[in-house]
């Protein structure tokens, strides 16, 4: 069993074009999505026009309804100071969220799933692989 927390970019990707969710996740793993990812999801349900909202609101609904969301509680919060004091002092800029998925990660011990591997590169204690 492999522990994963499944990033914004993968859930998108899947949602798009279906399916890739069975060819990357195996039955056994335990699967996971971090609080800030529904927020995301959202946003693009809410700013979705005409069929395209139906379909991203059901979809969000979906993920929602059968994925465990994990909150940003204290935990987090530690892992989330550590990360960003390590990517400041990388001089390496990190989007706001894509740090908060990977304190999530790193505060709940699991690999992330994503399409943006280089997001999550040189975080201490933070794994991402590419389902690409």
Do not use: W
């Not at 994963?4 to 056994?28: A, H, K, Y």
């Amino acid at each position: 069993m492999t522990r994963l927390i499944l990033d914004t970019t993968f859930l998108i990707d899947v949602e798009c074009s279906g399916g890739v969710l069975d060819e990357v996740i195996g039955d056994d793993d335990d699967i996971a999505v971090a609080a800030v990812t529904i927020a995301e999801l959202r946003v693009g349900a809410l700013l979705a026009v005409g069929r395209r909202a139906r379909v991203r609101r059901s979809y969000v609904d979906d993920v929602i309804a059968t994925i465990p969301t994990l909150a940003y509680d204290l935990e987090v919060a530690e892992a989330h100071a550590a990360l960003l004091a390590e990517a400041r002092a990388q001089g390496t800029p990190r989007g706001a969220h894509d740090l908060i998925i990977a304190a999530t990660a790193k505060a709940s011990d699991r690999m992330i799933v994503t399409a943006d591997e280089r997001a999550f590169h040189n975080l201490s204690g933070v794994t991402a692989r590419s389902y690409r």
